[in-house]
């Protein structure tokens, strides 16, 4: 576990040792204002929820995680620091598990920079706060899914455009998924369903705590996860 640390740290002092990681993480945390305030229209709603905000959420973490993920491997196969890694006393797992917990942990800060909306509609009606629990749970398992979704295809690319965009296709792949099983009749249709995130997270949001819920996040996120190590 001290290597997997050692090499989260090593990616968030690196990601923030440039002006993308604060631009990026600014522009995340813009993005879901802009959706709750505005398109959602939280404050003019007449309803103390967050229900705007983690609607919102599975589409804007399928943008931003890509973007957060793309060069953790990509980068260091273009640069040739990849090779060097691999001599280090670490296993692939370790680095993969490291690089995961680095991107993962740059989308929380996103997340928890989102708790001054909870604060300013609680303080306007009464606030449910199980759905709110549920849904910054829910928030987070697809922010893990999303950047396990990423980081594979980093590792798959050579350079961090193409790990960025086919990252998420990908993950806009999995959120609109279920969408599609709408039109698809039978099993098949229920199939479809089950892959997609969002009506995963949607359970969580209401409150509903489902063991499926939670099989398919730990189950998608580590097959991922598996995946990545592989490659």
């Not at 009606?125 to 829910?138: F, I, K, N, Q, T």
């Not at 050579?158 to 806009?172: D, N, R």
């Not at 039978?186 to 819920?213: C, E, K, P, Q, T």
């Amino acid at each position: 576990m001290n290597a997997v640390a050692a090499i989260a740290r090593r990616e968030l002092k690196a990601y923030f040792d440039t002006p993308l990681g604060t631009l990026v993480l600014a522009a995340l945390l813009a993005t879901f204002a802009f959706f709750f305030f505005y398109v959602h229209d939280a404050l003019g709603a007449g309803v103390a929820s967050m229900r705007g905000l983690f609607r919102t959420a599975p589409i804007v973490l399928a943008v931003f995680a890509p973007l957060v993920t793309m060069r953790l491997v990509a980068d260091e196969r273009s640069s040739g620091t990849w090779e060097l890694l691999a001599t280090l006393p670490v296993t692939e797992s370790q680095v993969v598990l490291g690089k995961f917990a680095a991107g993962l942990a740059v989308l929380c800060l996103g997340i928890v920079g989102t708790l001054p909306q909870v604060a300013t509609i609680a303080w306007l009606g009464d606030l449910d706060l199980g759905p709110v629990l549920g849904g910054y749970l829910g928030m987070t398992l697809l922010a893990a899914l999303y950047v396990a979704v990423g980081l594979l295809f980093s590792a798959w690319s050579a350079s961090p455009i193409v790990a960025a965009l086919s990252g998420l296709l990908a993950c806009f792949g999995l959120w609109i998924v279920d969408k599609l099983a709408l039109r698809v009749p039978g099993s098949a249709g229920r199939a479809l369903a089950w892959l997609g995130v969002d009506g995963h997270a949607s359970n969580l949001a209401r409150g509903v705590l489902d063991s499926r819920d939670f099989v398919y996040f730990g189950a998608a996120t580590g097959v991922a996860l598996a995946a990545a190590t592989w490659t």
